[in-house]
């Protein structure tokens, strides 16, 4: 059985190990196994051990925080003070911010131990980690398949033990889909909930910074550490969650309302929808009250998701221009021609698709019909969820209509693509938590996720459930073969 | 032909913010280039904008000052266009929500110009050109801007200029921003058609970009009048587009477009919540500001009484009127201290930027001080003056400078003190009038009118005399 982060903590702490072993422990089973994987596509073993050091030294204190001396990764789109951060795109090949984002600032402070930088789709754009610049992740579990996406390297550092935790940012999906294809949890906060100040934006009104972790429990003690509002993101909000969320997991079911829409079952693989149901009479069993209700503005989800995500892409990508930092082309007769054919050379194909998208439906004589359009049905959106919230604690579905799909698969047809978001993407329009956890396996031996959508800022809710599924469920999926053994 | 102007203006002007719209860094003007800088005005991938709450009020300050309507929820959009001085390829601006709406100002006529709106918005960088390269400086990036929209009535170039002024004048008085037109952080760019008199609409317009002086928008006026004019008469058709005023020429001509046609594609910026300002605010800020230059202008020419003429001369700079109502507060006259601020000290400041300056180096207090010796006529105006200079000239007080051949009468109290000054100087003659020789006397007076330059009250000088000689 994998260690989790309260036992790391503790042997750091009664020094069955120091931090500088531990992380270079770490450092070399990535050295083993991440030529094949490719969940990492920048390595800062450096800093690194210089972090782990310190983590030495500050645990000689007894407070020291839970996290120090825990080696982790975070997304390539998470600002790292002189570390590259480049969202896996040519364009930013290069870019080492002089600032770091609000969620490393914290966990740094905590004594966090960074390993490097966790592979991802461009700019977090796509279902599988496949437009990665650096080429795409593999799913420890199987290498056939695609991690998922966007967050995959993040997904396949823990499933393969190269990282204690990591983290990864959510836009419509982005932490929990690949989490379900890889077998681990993965928390998609409330939308405030974290500092998105740092974190390279794609679809500002929905991106999120959560954690991706090998139990309920490590993903509450991440969580944890980096909530809070922050005066660098007028979007976050500095919510009372009272006491620490990790302490307060253990809790039963008894009366938990559950709500099960029927509009998230749609077009799902009915090994997985079995899988859910089974869950859900789990729940049941133990006196959770199973409410059915429905979501009917949800199929208007996809279509909503990305008009407003390529919309506020298409803005927040213009920067990209090769005049202040990232790739710039060779050669060019004109500042025009250097920024065309600067972009032309570094976004990839899913990126442009998605620009084009963005500036089409925000244009003049388009903007009623779409843009204006998409954020008065997210209105409508949050209402229903608002409504269910009344009689429902929590929600449950499944977080992918799929299990991982084998590489290169898809990649052929972006519509089908968007498709595999149906289960997520209702969360970030609403801008309320979910979480995913490992509930089985499919004929192939494929993790399959149940998603967890709670209230906003009611994190406690879904965590306790998550962890109840957890404690109660069982051995849901194969455990990974191979890892740092810890 | 004759044709009626019908003309608008947008004005942008920098407010005087210490710190920049959408982060901490500094709006200082000048400084070396990308230095005021931080990831957030530079555009940074990660970085998120603050709303500086300064100019919000500053922005609320300048529309309760033009009569507008000021709306209590706003929020904050995305104009999208590229340019290299744009960082992230987007102004923060405002779009279908501006702060304030529906103002006017009142020109000397009567006539009154309404101005449509006032948004706040963020100024881009400043791009260098210098030995065929092209540099950028970020300095300007993200200081704060509003933007100050006219309704399209102003119909002459006299008018267009009185707007310009006036709008400067009261954003000067204020307090929000010190319109300097040649620093850029007032820039005006001017909306022109023309249509037969009586026609209801309007003609093709042309908008005049960035133009830089107050003389320049009347020129620019009657230049683009006449050159559209001229298309008209000859049959031809005014054609839309971006015009720039060459002030060497006194011509306006198209500008090179920078976009082939603009689709700015505005949404509201995900990353600046809508914000609302409660009324008690409003009010807050409405009790805040001072009196507006127009109604100071009433009051000094109805109720101080002042000519037309020099009430205008003070009442436009902001420094100057508070020097003159300083002084009036210590008890200098109304007409003493207008006449010396407008004759003596305005002749040290020839241009109108010394004038708004104001730089002097004596305070209200010192001046009154002098004023009020010219009230209660001790010294003649003239003397006054002089003594004014030097004070100017020097920073010292007043008494630095009044010798008592200067003072026109003598106090009982100087007199009394000059007659022991006599009587300490001229033993002999006191001996000498103590022993019957009256004349004596003559010899003191003389002292005493000597020292006062023959301004003393010779009667009342032998009255003391007598006294302290004990006659």
């Given at each position: 059985?994998?260690?989790?982060?309260?036992?790391?903590?503790?042997?750091?702490?009664?020094?069955?190990?120091?931090?500088?072993?531990?992380?270079?422990?770490?450092?070399?089973?990535?050295?083993?196994?991440?030529?094949?994987?490719?969940?990492?596509?920048?390595?800062?073993?450096?800093?690194?051990?210089?972090?782990?050091?310190?983590?030495?030294?500050?645990?000689?204190?007894?407070?020291?925080?839970?996290?120090?001396?825990?080696?982790?990764?975070?997304?390539?789109?998470?600002?790292?003070?002189?570390?590259?951060?480049?969202?896996?795109?040519?364009?930013?090949?290069?870019?080492?911010?002089?600032?770091?984002?609000?969620?490393?600032?914290?966990?740094?402070?905590?004594?966090?131990?960074?390993?490097?930088?966790?592979?991802?789709?461009?700019?977090?754009?796509?279902?599988?980690?496949?437009?990665?610049?650096?080429?795409?992740?593999?799913?420890?579990?199987?290498?056939?398949?695609?991690?998922?996406?966007?967050?995959?390297?993040?997904?396949?550092?823990?499933?393969?033990?190269?990282?204690?935790?990591?983290?990864?940012?959510?836009?419509?999906?982005?932490?929990?889909?690949?989490?379900?294809?890889?077998?681990?949890?993965?928390?998609?906060?409330?939308?405030?909930?974290?500092?998105?100040?740092?974190?390279?934006?794609?679809?500002?009104?929905?991106?999120?910074?959560?954690?991706?972790?090998?139990?309920?429990?490590?993903?509450?003690?991440?969580?944890?550490?980096?909530?809070?509002?922050?005066k660098?993101?007028q979007?976050?909000?500095?919510?009372?969650?009272?006491?620490?969320?990790?302490?307060?997991?253990?809790?039963?079911?008894?009366?938990?309302?559950?709500?099960?829409?029927?509009?998230?079952?749609?077009?799902?693989?009915?090994?997985?929808?079995?899988?859910?149901?089974?869950?859900?009479?789990?729940?049941?069993?133990?006196?959770?009250?199973?409410?059915?209700?429905?979501?009917?503005?949800?199929?208007?989800?996809?279509?909503?998701?990305?008009?407003?995500?390529?919309?506020?892409?298409?803005?927040?990508?213009?920067?990209?221009?090769?005049?202040?930092?990232?790739?710039?082309?060779?050669?060019?007769?004109?500042?025009?021609?250097?920024?065309?054919?600067?972009?032309?050379?570094?976004?990839?194909?899913?990126?442009?698709?998605?620009?084009?998208?963005?500036?089409?439906?925000?244009?003049?004589?388009?903007?009623?019909?779409?843009?204006?359009?998409?954020?008065?049905?997210?209105?409508?959106?949050?209402?229903?969820?608002?409504?269910?919230?009344?009689?429902?604690?929590?929600?449950?579905?499944?977080?992918?209509?799929?299990?991982?799909?084998?590489?290169?698969?898809?990649?052929?047809?972006?519509?089908?693509?968007?498709?595999?978001?149906?289960?997520?993407?209702?969360?970030?329009?609403?801008?309320?938590?979910?979480?995913?956890?490992?509930?089985?396996?499919?004929?192939?031996?494929?993790?399959?996720?149940?998603?967890?959508?709670?209230?906003?800022?009611?994190?406690?809710?879904?965590?306790?459930?998550?962890?109840?599924?957890?404690?109660?469920?069982?051995?849901?999926?194969?455990?990974?073969?191979?890892?740092?053994?810890? | 032909?004759?044709?009626?102007?019908?003309c608008g203006i947008e004005t942008h002007i920098e407010l005087a913010t210490k710190t920049k719209i959408f982060c901490g860094c500094t709006t200082e003007f000048g400084g070396?280039?990308?230095?005021h800088c931080c990831?957030v005005c530079?555009?940074?991938?990660?970085?998120?904008p603050i709303l500086n709450q300064k100019v919000v009020e500053y922005a609320i300050k300048a529309g309760l000052a033009l009569n507008c309507k000021i709306n209590t929820k706003s929020h904050m959009d995305r104009k999208?266009?590229?340019?290299?001085d744009l960082?992230?390829?987007?102004q923060i601006s405002q779009y279908d929500e501006p702060l304030c709406e529906k103002g006017y100002i009142e020109l000397d006529s009567g006539k009154r110009i309404g101005i449509t709106r006032i948004h706040i918005e963020e100024d881009a960088g400043k791009?260098?050109?210098?030995?065929?390269?092209?540099?950028?400086?970020y300095n300007r990036s993200g200081v704060p801007l509003i933007e100050i929209v006219s309704e399209p009535d102003i119909s002459s170039a006299e008018e267009a200029r009185e707007y310009a002024e006036k709008l400067q004048l009261i954003m000067r008085h204020i307090g929000i921003s010190d319109c300097k037109m040649q620093e850029g952080s007032m820039r005006c760019d001017v909306n022109l058609?023309?249509?037969?008199?009586?026609?209801?609409?309007?003609?093709?317009?042309?908008e005049i970009k960035n133009i830089n002086s107050l003389t320049f928008i009347q020129k620019a006026v009657?230049?683009?009048?006449?050159?559209?004019?001229?298309?008209?008469?000859?049959?031809?058709?005014?054609?839309?587009?971006?015009?720039?005023y060459?002030?060497?020429?006194?011509?306006?001509?198209?500008?090179?477009?920078?976009?082939?046609?603009?689709?700015?594609?505005y949404?509201p910026d995900?990353?600046i919540l809508r914000f609302s300002i409660d009324d008690g605010k409003v009010e807050e800020i409405r009790a805040s500001l001072p009196e507006l230059p127009f109604d100071k202008l009433k009051r000094y020419v109805n109720v101080l009484g002042l000519p037309e003429a020099t009430a205008r001369q003070i009442f436009k700079y902001r420094k100057v009127a508070e020097f003159f109502e300083g002084a009036l507060a210590e008890g200098a006259g109304v007409k003493?201290t207008a006449n010396l601020i407008v004759g003596t000290i305005f002749s040290n400041m020839d241009t109108e930027e010394e004038k708004e300056l104001f730089a002097v180096r004596i305070s209200a207090a010192q001046f009154a001080?002098?004023v009020?010796?010219?009230?209660?006529?001790?010294?003649?105006?003239?003397?006054?003056?002089?003594?004014?200079?030097?004070?100017l000239?020097?920073?010292?007080?007043?008494?630095?400078?009044?010798?008592?051949?200067?003072?026109?009468?003598?106090?009982?109290?100087?007199?009394?003190?000059?007659?022991?000054?006599?009587?300490?100087?001229?033993?002999?003659?006191?001996?000498?009038?103590?022993?019957?020789?009256?004349?004596?006397?003559?010899?003191?007076?003389?002292?005493?009118?000597?020292?006062?330059?023959?301004?003393?009250?010779?009667?009342?000088?032998?009255?003391?005399?007598?006294?302290?000689?004990?006659?």
């Open positions: 059985m994998r260690a989790g982060i309260p036992e790391l903590a503790k042997r750091l702490r009664n020094r069955e190990i120091s931090a500088v072993e531990l992380t270079k422990a770490y450092i070399d089973v990535i050295e083993k196994l991440n030529p094949t994987l490719n969940a990492y596509v920048h390595l800062t073993y450096d800093t690194a051990l210089k972090a782990a050091e310190q983590a030495d030294q500050m645990l000689k204190d007894d407070d020291a925080p839970m996290l120090c001396g825990i080696p982790m990764a975070l997304k390539d789109n998470i600002c790292t003070d002189g570390l590259p951060t480049t969202c896996c795109s040519k364009i930013l090949k290069g870019f080492m911010p002089y600032y770091d984002a609000a969620v490393w600032e914290k966990l740094k402070k905590q004594g966090a131990v960074l390993l490097g930088k966790t592979n991802m789709d461009e700019f977090a754009m796509g279902s599988t980690s496949e437009t990665s610049c650096y080429g795409a992740p593999l799913n420890p579990r199987n290498t056939d398949y695609v991690t998922g996406g966007s967050s995959g390297g993040s997904a396949a550092a823990v499933c393969a033990n190269l990282a204690v935790y990591t983290l990864g940012s959510d836009t419509g999906g982005s932490i929990r889909q690949p989490a379900s294809f890889c077998g681990v949890v993965g928390l998609k906060p409330t939308y405030g909930a974290v500092s998105r100040y740092g974190l390279i934006a794609y679809g500002s009104s929905l991106d999120q910074i959560g954690p991706l972790t090998n139990s309920v429990k490590d993903a509450a003690i991440v969580f944890d550490a980096i909530k809070g509002g922050d660098r993101d979007t976050s909000v500095d919510y009372d969650y009272g006491s620490s969320l990790a302490e307060c997991l253990d809790r039963d079911v008894k009366g938990m309302r559950i709500g099960v829409a029927e509009e998230f079952f749609d077009g799902i693989n009915p090994e997985i929808k079995s899988r859910i149901e089974e869950a859900v009479k789990l729940f049941e069993r133990n006196g959770a009250v199973i409410e059915s209700i429905r979501l009917p503005a949800l199929k208007l989800s996809l279509p909503v998701y990305y008009i407003i995500a390529c919309a506020e892409a298409s803005s927040n990508l213009g920067r990209y221009d090769g005049i202040r930092y990232g790739h710039r082309t060779s050669s060019y007769a004109s500042i025009d021609d250097m920024i065309v054919k600067t972009r032309g050379e570094g976004f990839g194909d899913e990126v442009k698709r998605r620009i084009m998208l963005g500036t089409y439906v925000l244009s003049s004589g388009y903007y009623y019909a779409y843009y204006k359009k998409a954020c008065l049905i997210r209105d409508e959106i949050n209402r229903e969820f608002d409504a269910v919230f009344e009689k429902c604690d929590v929600l449950i579905a499944p977080t992918a209509p799929n299990t991982a799909f084998p590489l290169n698969y898809k990649s052929a047809s972006p519509v089908e693509m968007y498709l595999s978001d149906i289960c997520t993407v209702p969360v970030n329009i609403a801008g309320v938590p979910a979480i995913s956890v490992p509930c089985g396996e499919d004929n192939k031996g494929l993790p399959i996720g149940m998603q967890i959508i709670g209230r906003r800022f009611d994190e406690a809710t879904i965590l306790q459930a998550a962890h109840f599924y957890e404690q109660s469920a069982g051995k849901v999926t194969g455990a990974y073969e191979g890892g740092a053994g810890i | 032909m004759n044709y009626e102007i019908v070396e280039p990308n230095t990831p530079t555009g940074q991938p990660g970085s998120l999208n266009y590229v340019y290299p960082p992230k390829a987007y791009l260098i050109h210098e030995n065929g390269y092209t540099y950028i400086d058609s023309l249509r037969k008199p009586g026609d209801t609409h309007f003609g093709v317009r042309t009657m230049a683009e009048a006449e050159r559209q004019a001229d298309i008209l008469d000859a049959g031809g058709t005014v054609v839309q587009q971006t015009m720039r060459d002030e060497q020429t006194n011509s306006v001509a198209p500008m090179r477009d920078k976009e082939n046609s603009d689709d700015y594609r949404f995900p990353d003493n001080a002098l009020k010796l010219a009230d209660e006529k001790k010294i003649n105006i003239g003397v006054a003056q002089g003594i004014l200079q030097k004070m000239d020097s920073g010292k007080p007043a008494e630095e400078f009044i010798k008592p051949e200067d003072l026109v009468g003598i106090s009982d109290e100087q007199l009394e003190s000059l007659c022991r000054e006599a009587i300490d100087a001229n033993q002999r003659a006191v001996d000498d009038v103590r022993n019957g020789k009256e004349k004596a006397i003559n010899v003191m007076f003389g002292y005493i009118m000597k020292k006062t330059g023959g301004k003393a009250d010779i009667r009342k000088a032998e009255d003391i005399l007598r006294k302290l000689i004990g006659l």
